[in-house]
């Protein structure tokens, strides 16, 4: 599957943004799929994932309450919802996809195969 993201760009702390995630090539309702990040000189972490049927997600603590991560099987899209932004969300932000029969506790990179190429963030205080 390849994955198209979009919607990165400037704001200002306490704003919101909504990334899209779109996906070709491949059957999108048996993919779980999820949106990592990495800020300079990190490690790429999760922050939100989400399951093959949208039933299950998984947020990382600093992100919760904040962020949501729906997906539209109809429209092969996965989207994260950002909402009170803070200037540590800055980053670049990858979509990734994952086939497998289960949904991991704690997503990680190794649970995904397919990436797309990336959208900055970039949160001003």
């Known amino acids: 599957v390849q994955l198209q993201a979009s919607g990165g760009g400037l704001v200002q702390a306490g704003g919101s943004l909504r990334l899209s995630c779109a996906a070709s090539g491949g059957a999108f309702s048996t993919y779980h799929m999820a949106w990592f990040r990495q800020a300079p000189g990190k490690e790429r972490d999760i922050a939100a994932a989400i399951s093959r049927s949208g039933g299950t997600t998984y947020y990382t603590d600093s992100v919760k309450g904040r962020f949501t991560i729906p997906r539209d099987n109809t429209k092969n899209t996965v989207y994260l919802q950002m909402n009170s932004l803070k200037p540590g969300d800055t980053a670049v932000y990858y979509c990734?996809?994952?086939?497998?029969?289960?949904?991991?506790?704690?997503?990680?990179?190794?649970?995904?195969?397919?990436w797309g190429q990336g959208t900055l963030v970039t949160v001003s205080s």
């Open positions: 990734a996809a994952a086939r497998s029969p289960y949904f991991a506790d704690v997503p990680g990179t190794e649970n995904f195969a397919s």
